[in-house]
Structure formats: structure tokens, C-alpha cells
């Protein structure tokens, strides 16, 4: 009986994946390599693409070396990405401006002038909030500062469109990597060309939009063997790392919630059709034909307690550095955090926000501001989960993936905040997981998307304690009164 193995390709912002799986879920191998970030300027943030491509091929590569396959057993490959990054490329397909990435806070001011002016309209049209991460507003920065990169550029696109074109010499994007630039309308799935307008660009600049099943075509024979794959082999644009990643948890149904920690952090649903929140605290990207992702993304994750463990000089694995959090009791003896150090996107959309710390006494020790920090980072993946509850009901499953999902701690600090069960799959790899299983879809290799229900490898999952849980809604309600205020401050 021949073995059959498929790839998930994941390009994240700090690091890009290559991921062999069996037909079933289980990880045969991984390979990871970091991406390098430069800061040229306070809140700029850039990264090299023709680094990202070598990293890339490398990673698929040695995945499928480290996993002992041959090349005739792999069926597809599947991509994921990362989403928000933006930069020029010329008429030869050149770069000639760096990626600048989703953290990129460079055009605050030009978000700033949206939100005070027609911010409201352009919401409700493309469903993408208004902030300094999307492409919409880092070309109006390019526009009004007369970056000469913009000026001379032919096309402007996404690492993962960037990629594509490399190996494929094509421009395309999928629904939801489209829907990200805040340039496109989730319903019509055609590009917003007044928004086009007030950017300076032209829709021939841009990519065109393809469902995340497209199987690409035209593979360059040199590429594929870099990567050690056949060029006839299917490869899948597929889509979004955050769409993807609710797919490879398998939280695809009503009630189904999929929440991401690593650096940073989201929480995300898939609902049907389009909708938006009331007071723009959510993102809704469009996903395939007739569905979306609706969620909320936060800059301070895993990043938040990174900061407080080198604050503290505290040399020990992470592991061990949150185990301390263990010793003191839900609430942390009156210490609250808001964990805003990276300015903050959902649910408050406001850069110039700041962390703070509340209710310090000379009590408090290191364990109690370890609490307090994964508590703070927590609350905030509530509060965010509240405004998408009041457009999709409440969670009845919780899926967690990220690097915050090996704390059992954290898992139990979730349950017992959210009320509900958490699942974790046995692979942090969900994205890619995701990306493999929609290239599988593509080629028809399986039924549907639903079908990943039975082919993920799930460990047991976390109760909610109902004891810390009362406790947690009255410490709650205290961070909630904080955050509204930490708003109007910084207003």
C-alpha cells in the first residue's frame, strides 16, 4: 500500500513552516525558520522578501528530508500567510521597496484622518477596521509622504502574492488575503475602487482574486527542485493564516471559537455572509465562496509576558517562568494588568493605548505580576470574544492553538474565564494543518472541509472550574471599567 503524506507551507511574521502531515492530521515532520525583522524608525517595521522566499524553499526542503519521504508520496502542498504585509515590486517583478508587515504603525496619522472622516463607510463596506496594519492605510502613508518606492512602482502586494509570483509568475490573491488590505469588498468579492482611488492606485496594480481552492500552475522547474518536489505537483494558494488555523482546530460551526497566542494573538469565527460589528470592534475577512472569518486581533500576546520575563531577568525555560503564576490564586491578590505595551488592535483599535499595572501593594511579588500579565493578556482575548458573541452567540467550543496552548495553567485560566471547554489539538501547527487539508480539498482528495473534524488529532479537553469562574466574572468586570478608560485617555 502506497504512502501518501501532504505539506502545509505557513509564513508567518516571525517565522516561516514547513509542515509534512498524513492524510489523517498527524505531523510527520516540521521545519521552522526565523524571519528577521529590521526597525528603521520608531514604529517602522520591515522585512527582506527575497530572504523570506530562500527561508521558504529551504524549510520545504528540509521538512520533507527530516520526514524520510520521497518526493512521489507527497500529493499537495497547501499555503498559508500572514496577513497585512505590503511592498512595491517593478514591472520585472523586482522589489524595490522593503515588506512592510502588519506592525508596521508608520500611517497612525493617516488612519487617524480615516477614522475621523468617512471611517464608519469604509467599514461597513470592506468589514476591515481602520488601523496603521492594513495595506489600505499604508498606501495612503506611501501616497502623502511621496515614498519613492510608491511612486515607481508597477504592482503592490503581500509576501505570500510575492511568493506566488517568484515560483509561479503570477499575480493572484485569495478571498481572504484580499480582504485583509481593507481595498475589498467581502461581498461583491471585487476590489472597493473608490478606495483604490484615494490610495493613487489602480486596480490593475493589484492582484487578481482567486478562491483559496486555486491550484497554481506554471511551477518553475528550478523552484520545485530547490524545494525537492516534483512541478507537476498540485500546490494550493489556499488562504489566511487566521482562516486557517480556525479550519485546522476544526472550530468551522456555529458555536465553534478559535483562539491564536503566540507573540500576538486573535479570536475568530466562521459565520455566513458578512457581518460587522456595530462599534467596529471586529474584523469579518472574507474566507471562501459564501462564508467569513469574524474576529479581533491583539498585538499583546505571548509578547506581554516575553517582556516581563526579561524585565524580571529571569533566566529559566518559559515553562517554568510561568509555572510561578501556579502560587497565588485567581486575581492575583487584587493586581490587575492591562496589557496594551504594543498599542492595541481589537477591541479598542487604538495604537497610542499603553500597559498598565493596578492595585499594586508592597505584597505583591513576582509570582503575582506573572499571573497578572497572563490574566490581563487573557481578559483582553474576552473582552474581544464579547464584541464577536454579540454577532454569532455565544461559544459553546473553545480551540486554542499558539505557544501559550503547552501551559496547562493558561488552558484551565481560559476555561474557567470563557466558561466553556478547550480543546487543544496535539499539533501547535494548525495553520498549516489548515492549508494542507484545503489543498486536499482542491484536488479532490477529500469530500469537503468539514471532513478535518475526523482527521484531527485532539487531546482531552479543559473543563471550566465554576468556583474560579464566578470569581473571574467579578475580576472581569473591574478590567473592563480600566479598558474603557485606558480609551478615553488615550483618545
Not at 480551540?399 to 501547535?428: C, K, T
Request: a negative charge; aromatic letters at 10%; one cysteine or more.
Amino acid at each position: 500500500m502506497s504512502r501518501e503524506f501532504v505539506i502545509g507551507l505557513d509564513v508567518g511574521t516571525t517565522s516561516v513552516k514547513a509542515c509534512v502531515f498524513n492524510l489523517h492530521g498527524k505531523l510527520i515532520a516540521d521545519v521552522e525558520k526565523v524571519i528577521i525583522s529590521n526597525y528603521p524608525q520608531q514604529g517602522w517595521v520591515e522585512q527582506n522578501p527575497d530572504e523570506i522566499e530562500q527561508s521558504a524553499i529551504l524549510a520545504i526542503r528540509e521538512a520533507i528530508e527530516k520526514a524520510a519521504i520521497e518526493k512521489d508520496e507527497i500529493v499537495s502542498l497547501g499555503f498559508s500567510a500572514a496577513m497585512h504585509s505590503l511592498l512595491c515590486v517593478n514591472e520585472e517583478g523586482t522589489p524595490i521597496s522593503p515588506a512592510l508587515i502588519w506592525a508596521d504603525g508608520r500611517s497612525y496619522k493617516q488612519a487617524e484622518g480615516i477614522i475621523n472622516t468617512i471611517g464608519n463607510k469604509v467599514y461597513a463596506k470592506t468589514g476591515t477596521p481602520i488601523h496603521p496594519m492594513t495595506p489600505f492605510i499604508k498606501l495612503l502613508w506611501m501616497k502623502e509622504n511621496e515614498y519613492e518606492p510608491y511612486k515607481k512602482a508597477k504592482y503592490f502586494m503581500s509576501i505570500k502574492e510575492y511568493l506566488i509570483q517568484c515560483w509561479f509568475g503570477q499575480r493572484v490573491i485569495d478571498y481572504s488575503m484580499a480582504s485583509a488590505t481593507g481595498l475589498f469588498n467581502p461581498e461583491k468579492h471585487k476590489w472597493e475602487l473608490d478606495l483604490l482611488e484615494l490610495t493613487g492606485i489602480t486596480e490593475e496594480q493589484l492582484s487578481e482574486i482567486v478562491p483559496l481552492t486555486k491550484v497554481l500552475t506554471g511551477f518553475k522547474r528550478e523552484k520545485a527542485e530547490a524545494m525537492g518536489i516534483h512541478p507537476e505537483m498540485p500546490i494550493v494558494i489556499g488562504a489566511a493564516d487566521g482562516q486557517l488555523a480556525n479550519l485546522g482546530n476544526g472550530a468551522i460551526l456555529p458555536g465553534e471559537v478559535a483562539v491564536s497566542v503566540g507573540t500576538s494573538g486573535a479570536i475568530r469565527q466562521v459565520t455566513k455572509g458578512v457581518k460587522v460589528s456595530e462599534n467596529r470592534e471586529t474584523f469579518c475577512y472574507s474566507f471562501t465562496e459564501d462564508s467569513s472569518i469574524i474576529g479581533g486581533p491583539t498585538n499583546n500576546g505571548g509578547i506581554a509576558l516575553q517582556w516581563l520575563k526579561d524585565l524580571l531577568k529571569d533566566e529559566r525555560s518559559f515553562t517554568e517562568f510561568l509555572s510561578d503564576a501556579g502560587q497565588v490564586a485567581p486575581g492575583a491578590d487584587g493586581l490587575l494588568f492591562l496589557p496594551y505595551l504594543n498599542g492595541e488592535r481589537a477591541p479598542i483599535w487604538n495604537q497610542q493605548a499603553k500597559g498598565n499595572f493596578y492595585g499594586v501593594t508592597i505584597a505583591h511579588k513576582k509570582e503575582h505580576f506573572i499571573r497578572s500579565v497572563l490574566e490581563g493578556v487573557t481578559f483582553n482575548l474576552f473582552q474581544i470574544g464579547k464584541a464577536l458573541e454579540r454577532l454569532a452567540g455565544e461559544p459553546q467550543k473553545v480551540y486554542v492553538n499558539g505557544g501559550l496552548a503547552r501551559s496547562p495553567l493558561w488552558l484551565q485560566m481560559m476555561a474557567d474565564i470563557f466558561e466553556a471547554e478547550i480543546y487543544v489539538s496535539e499539533s501547535h501547527h494548525s495553520a498549516a494543518w489548515g492549508a494542507a487539508w484545503t489543498s486536499l480539498v482542491a484536488i479532490k482528495k477529500v469530500d469537503s472541509f468539514e471532513e478535518i473534524k475526523q482527521n484531527i488529532p485532539m487531546g482531552e479537553p479543559t473543563i471550566p472550574n465554576k468556583e474560579n469562574s464566578e470569581l473571574y466574572k467579578k475580576i472581569y468586570e473591574n478590567y473592563e471599567m480600566l479598558a474603557i478608560d485606558m480609551v478615553k485617555y488615550f483618545k
